[in-house]
Structures are given as C-alpha cells and as structure tokens.
C-alpha cells in the first residue's frame, strides 16, 4: 500500500470518528442543577434523587429552606433552577399575589392534612366552644377548612373553591374558636389547643406523634393538594427537566418517602392529574 493510500485511509477512519462522536446523544454530564426543598425529612428523599440523577448526568446542588415563601421567589429570580415542596393551590395562590412564572413539571408525593390533638381522642370529643389551630397562608387555610367541613364541624358558603378562609364560614354549630397561626408555629402550640389541623412535614418536626395523636386526615384519591416538582417557565422545554423529574419518580425514591415520613406521605406521581 503506498504512503498516500494509508494516508488517505487514515483520515477516512478518522473522518468516521469524528462523525460518529458528533452524532452521539448529546449528555448532560457536568450539568449542576440547583434544586430548593424544605428541610428536614425531604433531605434524606433528595439523597436518593441526587444519585439517580448522576445516572443522568446530572448533579444537584440541594438548598434547603425553612420557610414556604422563599422557593418560589428564589425561582422566579433564578437563583434556582427548580423546586420541590408545593402544591397546586398554593402555586396558584402565588402566582395571583406575585405574578410569578412558574410552573409544575411532575408530581412528587401527597401528605394528607391532618387534624391532631392531645386533648381529645376523636373529632366527636370536641366540645362546644372548642379552639382549634389552622395554618394561616391562604392555601394550607383553605385546605384545613375544607377538612373541617368534610368531618361535619363547620359548613362553608358554596362557591369558595380551594381556598376559603374563616370568613366564608356559614355554620358553625359548635361554635369553634378557629385560630390561624404561621404553618411553622401550630404544630407547636398544639398543647395551647383543643386540637390543630397541621401539615404533615411540620406535625414531624413539631414532634407530633403519627399516627396516635392524629384524629382525622382528609382523603387521599383525588387529592387537589399533590406535590410537585415546579421550574421557572424559561425553562420548562430544557432537557433536564425530563431528566429530574424521572429520577425522582423511582422506586427507590418512593421506598424512602414511606420511610422518613413514617408511612404519613405518599408517593403521588402513578395517580392521574384531575
């Protein structure tokens, strides 16, 4: 073979290569996400994410926060690039008082509302006149009013959607004292109460004791108040969102949400959006 044929072949094979590495599936490797969640037990869950999101190519730098109303606004800023601790009626509760432009991209898990006391042992126990703590951000207010009413203690005036609030209460026949207090504060102050309507995440830290302080929960299929992964809507057609929510809704991750919440949250991304 003469010098110029094994040239030639030599940049044909080299050619090929070339061709070959430029026609490989483009990879997020070295990708860093920053990702906020609320701290606490979704630490342990994001541990697992984050391992299933190197098979990705992905590496998640977790910022964790101990306030609901930061997420969201370190996302409309970019100072994220997604969250994970929400719901929808708390999202839409946002967006119409910040403008925000976000948006869910895969759901996550479900923790049922519940009502917790240490005073009485059922929702038939409470007595006239009876104080009863509830969240007072618009969404977590409206959903422990609607659990209120769905255990037959209140009735609310038709129309008030998701998000009622103390005043749309049309019956009270046991003339129950409805106290709001910070999400964070009334899991804690249950001792001060007759009983507390508290979000599962808070009722843990607040070293609630589930199930055998619980005293009613709001249902789970069909369940409005599922949680989601959400992204700045810049964002919403990029390749790694894909990528995020699928490591998130793994097996692996699901067995450690039953384990960290104790049972109390449920893996939520197999039920159908309503």
Known sequence: MTPTKTLRLMLGALTMMCGAIAMAPAHAADQTLRVGIMSGEDEDVWRVVATNAAKHGLTLKITTFNDYTQPNEALSQHDLDANSFQHKPYLDAQIAARGYKISAVGYTYVQPIGLYSRKVKSVADLAQGATIGVPNDPSNEGRSLLLLQSLGLITLRQGTGLLPTIRDIGNNPKNLHIKELDAGIVGRAIGDLDAAVINTDWAIKAGIKIPDE??????????????????????????????????????????????????ATLPAWNEPAK
């Open 214 to 263: 619980r005293i009613a929960q709001e249902k789970v299929s069909g369940n409005p108040y599922r949680n989601f992964i959400a992204v700045n809507d810049k964002d919403l057609h990029a390749a790694w969102v894909h990528d995020l929510v699928d490591s998130y809704q793994q097996p692996n991750v699901a067995a450690e949400i039953l384990r960290v919440y104790h049972g």
